[in-house]
């Protein structure tokens, strides 16, 4: 048994399971030192999901076959929809959920940020750049835990009403 599993035999409040790329190992880390940007995912070989840096991430074999009717036209509403704060093509969209297990599951996240984006633009009036913190700040809702929103986007822009309401809707639809 590793020396970080005797030392935190169970998920203590806190502390998050972080894999280091460097180390090849899954560490428990206290949530504050979670960097933005940082996303929960499912490694080939652990039990449950670990937050990691997504740059340290080698794309997988697809999964899928490409995509046709509605899956596509949602695809292509979502590279429109978030061009401005995620310069993506639909091609590009395309390859990466072709490699997910579930991706209904991902486009449908993916079309919730778009959402809700789009509401909280409307509502607050939101500057290119506030809209774009709010964007992170919406990942950070898709990619993890409502507990480690604030560590993983590091919100500077918004103000304190517009980030609560930003993680209300996302998770409570309110």
Same mark, same amino acid.
Request: hydrophobic share 45%; charged share 25%.
């Given at each position: 048994m590793s020396f970080w599993k005797r030392l935190f035999p169970g998920r203590r409040s806190g502390l998050v399971p972080y894999h280091d790329f460097a180390l090849k190992q899954?560490?428990?880390?206290?949530?504050?030192?979670l960097r933005p940007g940082v996303i929960l995912v499912h490694l080939t070989g652990q039990d449950t999901p670990v937050y990691a840096?997504?740059?340290?991430?080698?794309?997988?074999?697809?999964r899928q076959p490409p995509f046709t009717g *509605?899956? !596509?036209?949602?695809? $292509?509403?979502? @590279?429109?929809?978030?061009?401005?704060?995620f310069p993506q093509s639909a091609e590009e969209w395309e390859d990466g959920f072709?490699?997910?297990?579930?991706?209904?599951? *991902?486009? !449908?996240?993916?079309? $919730?940020?778009? @959402?809700?984006?789009?509401a909280l633009t409307d509502r607050f009036q939101f500057s290119p750049a506030e809209r774009a913190e709010c964007f992170r700040i919406?990942?950070?809702?898709?990619?993890?835990?409502r507990d480690t929103v604030r560590e993983r986007s590091d919100p500077q822009l918004l103000?304190?009403?517009?980030?609560?309401?930003?993680?209300?809707?996302?998770?409570d639809g309110v």
């Open positions: 899954t560490v428990l880390v206290p949530k504050a030192e840096d997504p740059s340290q991430l080698v794309p997988g074999a697809y *509605e899956a !596509a036209e949602c695809i $292509r509403t979502l @590279a429109a929809e978030l061009q401005d704060v072709r490699r997910d297990l579930d991706p209904d599951r *991902e486009i !449908a996240s993916w079309l $919730r940020v778009s @959402a809700v984006l789009t919406l990942v950070a809702c898709a990619t993890g835990e103000s304190p009403e517009a980030y609560q309401a930003t993680v209300a809707l996302f998770f």
